[in-house]
């Protein structure tokens, strides 16, 4: 059996309490799915979506978490801490964390295990820069970022890897569908080395996604889902890509 398709949604540092409404048309508009839906709102929303959620309908998860359970960590959050609170994934790894904060893909590696640990699912991320597209580097950041990111405990049902081209993320720019079909090939073909079920391990593409271009996206061999930023905000801009996924 194919993994079960992903539309996931980074709500990223936007949101307030009036952004509820936007996942609650969501679940009205995407009842009967047969793909599975994550939000990602901010911190202080969080709760507040879980809370909101129908069971099954929609899973809400965190944008980042500490490496360790607890401490003198002052603004950061654990994995127990976002499952305490009703997150069921959080994403790990991501490139906005990787420039602005500095993280290393051993700091990704460790933030997955503390998810694990605490019974919740990493969505690690990958992804090169423009100057590593331009060099020809991307295979070879692909597989060193996966080999140092993912953790030996990453099994299939608790991890999801996303491929965000750091340089589509927000641009309006997108990979070619060849770019994109041969990182995913890469990506799959290194889950199957390492992981017995790396076969089963969801592959999300990340990158401009928007309902334009979702089907034709979601057409591509192993790309199980995507991770939606700007166009997830939006019930209206949401559904549509969620649909597209369902019917790939």
């Given amino acids: 059996m194919p993994p079960r ?9 936007n949101g307030t309490l009036a952004s509820l409404a936007e996942v609650e048309t ?16 901010p911190a202080t929303l969080l709760r507040l979506m879980a809370e909101r959620v129908s069971a099954g309908a929609v899973a809400v998860g965190g944008q980042d978490c500490h490496a360790k359970e607890s401490g003198a960590h002052t603004g950061d959050i654990s994995a127990e801490q976002l499952r305490d609170a009703g997150a069921s994934y ?23 295990v503390a998810a694990h640990r605490a019974g919740i699912s990493s969505v690690i991320c990958v992804g090169e820069t423009e100057a ?22 990453a099994t299939a049902a608790n991890t999801v890897i ?8 927000g641009t309006g720019r997108t990979p070619t569908n060849d770019q994109i079909a041969e990182v995913h090939a ?10 017995a079920d790396g076969a089963k391990f969801r592959l999300l593409y990340g990158g401009s996604v928007k309902p334009a271009n979702a089907a034709e996206i979601f057409a591509i061999a192993h790309v199980d889902g995507a991770l ?16 597209a996924l369902d019917a790939a």
């Avoid at 398709?5 to 540092?13: D, R, V």
């Avoid at 995407?30 to 990602?40: F, M, P, Q, T, W």
């Avoid at 590593?132 to 405990?153: K, W």
């Avoid at 930023?229 to 019930?235: F, N, V």
Wanted: with cysteine; proline share 4%; glycine share 8%.
């Fill in 26 to 41: 969501l679940m009205h508009d995407c009842a009967g799915a047969g793909v599975d839906i994550l939000i990602c709102p």
């Fill in 228 to 243: 939606v930023g700007g166009a997830s905000l939006k019930a209206a801009d949401f559904t549509p890509i969620v649909r």
């Fill in 186 to 195: 890469a990506m799959r073909e290194a889950l199957v080395a390492r992981f």
């Fill in 132 to 153: 590593q597209r331009d060099a020809n580097e991307t295979l070879d950041v692909i597989a060193r970022q996966l080999a140092g990111s993912v953790p030996d405990c």
């Fill in 162 to 169: 996303a491929y965000e081209p750091v340089w589509a993320i």
């Fill in 90 to 112: 959080v994403i790990v790894g991501h490139s906005e964390r990787r420039a602005d904060h500095g993280e290393t893909d051993a700091a990704v590696a460790a933030k997955a």
């Fill in 5 to 13: 398709k992903l539309a996931a949604g980074n709500w990223k540092m």
